[in-house]
C-alpha cells in the first residue's frame, strides 16, 4: 500500500499570502489529522477530520483551517501569513473504524516558509 | 489538558549500547502511547505503540514498559545500530481526545560506530 502522501513537499510564501497543502491518506483509512512541526514548539495538533467533519482542534488561531473530501483527502489552509507560520505541516491518517484512539501514520510534511 | 514531557533530549551511545528514553504524562485519562522514529528530511515512523492495558510490549531489538500509577513509559531500543540515530518521540493520548496526540519534546539519538 502507498503511504500518506503530501503535496508540496516545499512552499516558499510571503508574509499575508494564503497556502493550501494537500494530503492523500492511505487507501481505505477514513481520518485525517495535521500537525505543526517546529524547532521552538515540537510537534503540535492542528485538527483532525473524519467522515468530511473536524473532530478535534488544537489550540491554533483561526487563520488556520482545513477540509476533507468524500474520498478521505484532506486540504488545510493557512490565511494571513506570519513569519511564525513558517514550519513542518504533517499529516497523518488511521482506519478511525471505531471510537476510541487509532494508530496515526504520517507522511513527509510540506516545509513551508513565509518570508 | 496533556502534557508530556520527555528525557533526555539528546542522548549519545556506543554502538551495540542499550538506549532508554523516558517520557511522563499529566492526565490519567491517557490510555495509547505512540513512540516515533524521525529521520532528516522524514516524517514520524511509528516503531512501537502501547496500550493502558498492558506493562510491557517487545518488537525484536525495541521495548515499551508503561507505569499507569506513576504516570510514565520509556522506551528501550537494545543492541543499538547506527541507522538507529535519528530523533525519537513519545505522545499520548485518551479516547476522548481521539487522534489527537500530544508529543514529547523529543529525544536526538545519536549512535556511534
Known sequence: KAGVTQTPRYLIKTRGQQVTLSCSPISG???VSWYQQT??????????YFSETQRNKGNFPGRFSGRQFSNS??????????????ALYLCASSLRQGGGTDTQYFGPGTRLTVL | GENV?????????????SAVIKCTYSDSASNYF????????????????????VGEKKDQRIAVTLNKTAKHFSLHITETQPEDSAVYFCAATNNNAGNMLTFGGGTRLMVKP
Do not use: A
Open chain 1, 29 to 31: 483509512h477514513r481520518s
Open chain 1, 73 to 86: 483527502r484532506s486540504e488545510m489552509n493557512v490565511s494571513t501569513l506570519e513569519l511564525g507560520d513558517s
Open chain 1, 39 to 48: 524547532p521552538g514548539q515540537g510537534l503540535q495538533f492542528l485538527f483532525e
Open chain 2, 34 to 53: 505512540p513512540w516515533y522514529k524521525q529521520e532528516l528530511g522524514k516524517g514520524p515512523q511509528l516503531i512501537i505503540d502501547i496500550r493502558s492495558n
Open chain 2, 5 to 17: 514531557e520527555q528525557h533526555p533530549s539528546t542522548l549519545s551511545v556506543q554502538e551495540g549500547d
